[in-house]
C-alpha cells in the first residue's frame, strides 16, 4: 500500500499492493470484518479492490454514503467516465461488467435520460402493484409449502425463500412459470460474479428478449407488456435491459430480505411472540432487518466527475466507488449502540438513496409480508431445527446470503 495513514486518520494518496480485497475467501465468511478493520484504518473511507483485482473506493461511512448517492453531479451511475475501463484496464467480458458496467437502463443515467426511463419503470410497477402481488404471492407461498407440509421439517430458505419472489415475478412480468427456477438461479449467480456470471447473464437476457418479442405480438396486463406501450418509448434494448434490471434486482432483494426476516423471526423468539400476538407487525421484523443485514451489503457503482475530496480520500475523476450499506447502517458516528432496536427508523441505506433509489420497495415488501402471513397460517408451532449460532452465510462482493434455515414443525 502506498502512502499508509495512521490508523483511522485517512486515506492513502493512491491505491497500491494489498489492499483489501472485497472478494475471495475472508470477504466470503466475514465481510463485517473486514469493514469493521477498513473503518479502524482508514475511516469513513477506504482503497479495496473488486474481483479482477479492480481498484475502488469503499464508502463506509453513513454520511458519506448519502453524500454519493444524494449528488449525482459529482458521483454519477455512467460507468463510461470510468477510467480504469476507458483505459482498457477493464475488459468487457469481466464478471464484474454485469454489475457495474453501462447499460441502456435508468441505473445507468443521470439527467434527463434517467427521469425517461426511470417513469416507465415506475408508472408500469405502479400499475403491476395494484394487479395482484399479493395473490401471486399466495399463490405461490401456498404451492411452495405444499411441497413439503407433511415432511415436518423443511430448510426455508432452499424450499421457499430462495424461489418464491422469482415465481411472483414470472407472473408479473408474463412469463411461464416453468422459468421461474432457471431465471433465479441465473440471477444468484449474476451477482455472486465469477466465471459464470456472463453465460448466466447471457441466458436471462435471452429469455427476456423472446418474452418482449412475444409481447409484441400478444400484449397483455402485465410489466412487459406495460413497457413495451409506455409513452416514453422505449427501444428494444431498453425494454430488455429494464425487464433483466427488475428481474435481478426484486429477486434478490425480496428472496434474501425474506430470509433474513424468516431469520429474525425463528432466532429472536421475541419477535415472533410479538407478531403472533399482533403486538408487532411484519413491516417493523422487516425494518430492522434492512438496518441489520440489507439485502445488497454493497452498491455498485459510482464514479466520480470530476477530482474532489470525500471522507479525507483523494478521488480523482473517473474512479469508482461502491456504497457500503450494511457498513453505513452501521457507522458508529450515527449509531453508536449497534445492539439497540431501531423499530421506527426508516432512514437505512438498504434501498438505496437519491435520484437512483429503488422504485419497487412496495412490491418486494408485500410479497415478504404474504409470505410470512401464509406461513405461520400454515405451519403453527415453526421452529428454528438447530441452535442460531450453527447458522451460516456466504457472501460475494454485493450480498450476503443465509445459506440454509432449517426448521421443523407438527405434522
Not at 153 to 174: H, I, K, N, S, W
Not at 399 to 411: A, H
Request: hydrophobic share 40%; with cysteine.
Amino acid at each position: 500500500m502506498n502512502d499508509q495513514p495512521a490508523p483511522g486518520t485517512g486515506c492513502p494518496v493512491a491505491h497500491g499492493e494489498g489492499v483489501t480485497r472485497l472478494y475471495g475467501p475472508e470477504a466470503a465468511t466475514d465481510p463485517h470484518g473486514i469493514y469493521a478493520r477498513l473503518r479502524e484504518e482508514y475511516g469513513s473511507v477506504a482503497p479495496v479492490v473488486l474481483e479482477g483485482d479492480v481498484p475502488a473506493w469503499l464508502v463506509l461511512g453513513y454520511r458519506e454514503n448519502r453524500r454519493v448517492l444524494d449528488n449525482p453531479m459529482q458521483f454519477s451511475r455512467d460507468s463510461r467516465i470510468w477510467r480504469d475501463w476507458r483505459e482498457g484496464q477493464v475488459e468487457d467480458t469481466s464478471p464484474l461488467m454485469q454489475m457495474v458496467g453501462w447499460r441502456p437502463d435508468c441505473v445507468s443515467q443521470d439527467g434527463e435520460p434517467h427521469r425517461r426511463l426511470r417513469a416507465a419503470v415506475t408508472d408500469n410497477l405502479h400499475a403491476v402493484a395494484g394487479r395482484g402481488i399479493r395473490r401471486h404471492a399466495t399463490h405461490f407461498a401456498h404451492k411452495q409449502i405444499d411441497a413439503f407440509a407433511g415432511e415436518g421439517r423443511a430448510d426455508l430458505v432452499t424450499d421457499f425463500a430462495e424461489y418464491l419472489p422469482m415465481l411472483v415475478l414470472t407472473r408479473v412480468f408474463g412469463l411461464a412459470e416453468g422459468e421461474g427456477r432457471t431465471l433465479a438461479e441465473s440471477s444468484n449467480l449474476v451477482i455472486k460474479g465469477g466465471a459464470d456470471a456472463l453465460a448466466h447473464n447471457e441466458r436471462i437476457m435471452r429469455i427476456l428478449g423472446e418474452l418482449a418479442a412475444r409481447k409484441r405480438e400478444e400484449p397483455g396486463s402485465d410489466f412487459t407488456s406495460g413497457l413495451l406501450e409506455h409513452h416514453a418509448g422505449l427501444d428494444e434494448d431498453e425494454i430488455v435491459n429494464h425487464l433483466r434490471l427488475v428481474l435481478i434486482t426484486a429477486h434478490t432483494m425480496t428472496s434474501n430480505l425474506l430470509a433474513r426476516a424468516l431469520q429474525l423471526m425463528l432466532t429472536e423468539t421475541s419477535w415472533m411472540s410479538g407478531l403472533v400476538s399482533g403486538q408487532l407487525n411484519l413491516s417493523a421484523v422487516v425494518e430492522e432487518v434492512m438496518w441489520n443485514a440489507p439485502p445488497l451489503a454493497v452498491l455498485p457503482g459510482r464514479f466520480a466527475t470530476a477530482d474532489l475530496e470525500l471522507g479525507g480520500c483523494p478521488v480523482k475523476e473517473g474512479d469508482l466507488l461502491v456504497l457500503g450499506l450494511a457498513a453505513g447502517n452501521a457507522d458508529p458516528e450515527i449509531r453508536p449502540d449497534a445492539g439497540i432496536s431501531v423499530q421506527g427508523n426508516q432512514s437505512h441505506l438498504a434501498f438505496s438513496a437519491g435520484p437512483h433509489e429503488c422504485p419497487g420497495q412496495n412490491i418486494g415488501q408485500a410479497i415478504i409480508e404474504t409470505a410470512v402471513d401464509v406461513l405461520l397460517h400454515r405451519l403453527p408451532g415453526l421452529r428454528l431445527a438447530v441452535p442460531p449460532e450453527e447458522l451460516t452465510s456466504t457472501a460475494s462482493t454485493w450480498e450476503s446470503r443465509l445459506d440454509s434455515l432449517p426448521v421443523e414443525f407438527p405434522v
